[in-house]
Each structure stands twice: as C-alpha cells, then as structure tokens.
C-alpha cells in the first residue's frame, strides 16, 4: 500500500452516488408499502451498505484500513429511479472516497437483488463521487511569492568537520511546495542567531539545530524573547507529530512565531527530526501569512 505515515489527520469526508432504475410504477409502489417478497428493501441494502464500507479494504488491496466513524445512507425516489446517497466520515491521514463508493454500489446491487423477483428489466445506473473535503484540496495554501532563509545551527558543520543533511532536508520540502529558499550555516551562538532573525529578507526563517537539551543547545532561548507572537500550536503539532514516531521527540524545543510579519521556525538538528518537523506542519502553517496579511489591512 501506499506510505501515508507521513500524512496528518484531519476530517475527512465524502458523498457517493448510485442510481436503481426500475421498470414500471408497479416496482416503486411495492417498495414503498413494504410488499416486495423479500422484505423491506431500504432497511435491508442500509444494512448492506454498512457492512460493505466496513469490507472495503478487505477487497481492495491498495485500500488502507481506516476507522469509519460516522456512515450515512439516503434514498431518494425520482419517477421510477431511486437514487441512493451514501456518506462516510472519518478523522485519519487518508480519504473514504473509495469507502463511500464501493458502500453506494453495495446498497444498489441489494435493491437490485431484492427487486429482481418482481421487476426482470431493472439495472444499476451510475455510480459516482459527489464531493469530498478533508484533504490537500480543502486545504489550499498560496505559497506565490514567498522566500524562505535556511540556516544551519551547528558547531560541527560550520567548522567543515561535519555534512549538513537537516537544512538540505527542508530545503527539498520548500522546493516541492514551491518556496525559493537559500541556505546557510552557523555555530551554535546566540550572537550569530540573532543576526540572522535580524538581517533576513525573507518572509520565513527557518533554523534547524540547537533545539535539544544540551549544554550549546540555545536556539530556542535566544530566539523566544525576540518573537511578537509565538505559535504554541504550531509548536505543539510538530511535537505530537514527532512523539507518534520516536520517543525522544519529547526532548525538542522546537520553535514557531512571528517577528515583523515574518514566520520563524526552530526545528531540531536531525535529519529526521527536521523532516518530520516540515512534514507536520507544512504546508498548513503558510497560512500565517494570510492572516498577517489579513491584519495589515484591517
């Protein structure tokens, strides 16, 4: 199956169509006096229906399990169809667009098997997604326009004894969300910290390393009173994210807020942590900067 630990959760949730065409108005008034031989026919594909959303990864092979927390089925009757709507929530890394579906298909082949008996000429129509909000596409984020500073805390690498992984790391994600960023690399000094929130151009200010425990580990307490914002939650994401991966992620300092309308970020010095740190949080925090901008014009 396809990787998706790197995915945050977020509500996600989808509505499926299918569509019953029967023959006659015969077949229409049975189902809704409840006399089709096999029994009740919207209690019966309901049933079906649940059950089918709940299989669904059992017959598809590239479909993730998921928990299905909330499965909702309407019917409809137009003229001599009946138009079957089927909804599925969940709060997971991935969509049910596909749960939904094979749910709709399932409760239009029950119809179609119950009705059957008394109508030898109805047929499953179409079957389709209505819509679906939850994912990348209900969270569309403008990164035009914006430039990033990268810049590498690290006495080792700055003396040359040591390869910068981290930085290039965040570099690639900024890269891939369409954010020009230039790299460079300091030691562990406040001084040299503070010159750089101070001299950068940039709309975001990302430091990777010093965000630890140990004794040249500053970042965190030189950067924190400089701020005019800080952002707990984003703080706060990076860190849960990093903890439901590796438990010394309990350890890191990492840092998010505003000064003069820019978006800093102190993200740990690891490879790893620094990647997991992006992938938590990005690209939903650029949306700082519609709400800065959003103040700037009020």
């Known amino acids: 199956m396809v990787d998706i630990t790197h995915k945050v959760t977020t509500l996600r949730e989808a509505t499926a169509e299918a569509i019953v065409k ?4 015969t077949t229409i008034d049975a189902i809704q006096n409840n006399a089709v031989p096999k029994g009740n026919v919207f209690e019966m594909a309901k049933a079906a229906g649940l059950l089918g959303v709940k299989k669904t990864p059992d017959l598809l092979p590239d479909c993730h399990p998921l928990p299905i ?14 138009i079957i709507s089927m909804t599925v929530k ?12 094979h ?11 119950m009705l059957k008996p008394i109508d030898k000429n109805v047929e499953i129509s179409t079957i389709r997604l209505k819509s679906k909000k939850g994912g990348k596409s209900s969270f569309k984020i403008n990164s035009e326009g ?24 965040i570099i690639e994600k900024l890269k891939s969300l369409g954010v020009p960023s230039q790299k460079s690399i300091i030691p562990d000094e406040a001084d040299e910290i503070i010159q750089k929130l101070k001299n950068t151009k940039a709309d975001l200010l990302i430091f ?17 009173p400089l701020l005019d914002i800080k952002l ?15 438990p010394y992620a309990m350890f890191s300092r990492s840092i998010a807020g505003i000064k003069d309308g820019k978006l800093i970020l102190a993200l740990p010095g690891s490879t790893k942590g620094a990647a997991e740190s992006m992938d ?16 700037r014009h009020d």
């Open 232 to 246: 707990k939650g984003v703080e706060e994401q990076m860190r849960s994210y990093g903890q439901n991966r590796m």
């Open 103 to 113: 749910g709709a298909s399932i409760v239009a082949l029950t119809v179609y098997d």
């Open 208 to 224: 990777t390393g010093g965000t630890g425990v140990g004794p040249r580990d500053v970042t965190p307490q030189t950067l924190e």
């Open 90 to 101: 969940t709060i997971y890394k991935t969509g049910v667009e596909v749960e939904a579906m």
């Open 146 to 169: 914006l430039t990033a500073d990268v810049v590498v805390c690290s006495d080792t690498i700055s003396k040359g004894k040591g390869e910068d992984k981290a930085g290039e790391a």
């Open 69 to 82: 927390e909330y499965t909702g089925i309407e019917y409809e009757i137009n003229g001599l169809e009946i």
């Open 22 to 25: 029967t023959s006659s108005q």
């Open 280 to 295: 938590a949080i990005f690209p939903h925090v650029l949306h700082a900067f519609k709400v800065i901008e959003g103040k």
